[in-house]
Nanobody, 117 residues
Framework: QVQLVESGGGLVQPGGSLRLSCAASGSIGIINRMGWYRQAPGKERELVAVITKGGTTNYADSVKGRSTISRDNAKNTVYLQMNSLKPEDTAVYYC???????????WGKGTQVTVSS
């Protein structure tokens, strides 16, 4: 089994910053890709950012230029630095992992990010 544990969410004022972390453990094998998705109330889950094992990144247009995804392969941990946060960034943020040669997407339980004054 694969376990993903997110941390770093919370309440922040508009214009503020947060850094999310996600640590993977268990039967990880070789990680192909890790990333972050988010789901706001009444909306579908959407991609925020992903990073491949080779370091290639992809961002949603809504966060491009304001967010940076990074990865510590030695710690099997992925980070999401979010700056200039907006109220529309409010959502539950989920960590995602895809193993090499696998088709199953693993998900964390999510961490709440609330942007409000």
């Amino acid at each position: 089994q694969v376990q993903l544990v997110e941390s770093g969410g919370g309440l922040v004022q508009p214009g503020g910053s947060l850094r999310l972390s996600c640590a993977a453990s268990g039967s990880i094998g070789i990680i192909n890709r890790m990333g972050w998705y988010r789901q706001a109330p009444g909306k579908e889950r959407e991609l925020v950012a992903v990073i491949t094992k080779g370091g290639t990144t992809n961002y949603a247009d809504s966060v491009k230029g304001r967010s940076t995804i990074s990865r510590d392969n030695a710690k099997n941990t992925v980070y999401l630095q979010m700056n200039s946060l907006k109220p529309e960034d409010t959502a539950v943020y989920y960590c995602n992992l895809l193993r090499n040669g696998d088709v199953i997407n693993y998900w964390g339980k999510g961490t709440q990010v609330t942007v409000s004054s």
